[in-house]
């Protein structure tokens, strides 16, 4: 083996590392995902949700910055499953219910 290259591949040996962790950075991949299933019948963020968007950003989960919160809106109560299912293949980490029927919708799909 010649000379240079063996330090070409000693260079991407080293540098190969370093490469891969700034791909998985910037890809997203440590984004926590959050998942808010509103009560039933709201069309927009209800004054609990928007207390919850504040309440997380205050522990520095920022929608699209350091967290990505996902939202579902059921228009009527028999949405809550299939919104509460869509959340769990979303592969959210967390789901947050906002009504007892969502709650309990939410515990059956996982």
């Not at 927009?44 to 967290?67: C, H, M, N, Q, W």
């Amino acid at each position: 083996m010649r000379r240079r290259d063996f330090i070409w591949l000693l260079g991407g040996w080293v540098t190969w590392p370093f490469a891969a962790w700034a791909q998985q950075a910037s890809s997203g991949a440590n984004i926590p995902k959050i998942g808010v299933l509103l009560a039933n019948g709201e069309k927009s963020p209800s004054r609990f949700g928007g207390i919850l968007i504040e309440a997380l950003a205050d522990l520095g989960y920022v929608d699209g910055k350091t967290a990505q919160i996902v939202q579902r809106f059921p228009s009527e109560q028999s949405d809550i499953h299939d919104l509460a299912r869509e959340l769990v293949d979303h592969k959210v980490n967390v789901i947050v219910a906002m009504s007892v029927v969502g709650a309990s919708e939410v515990h059956k799909v996982t």
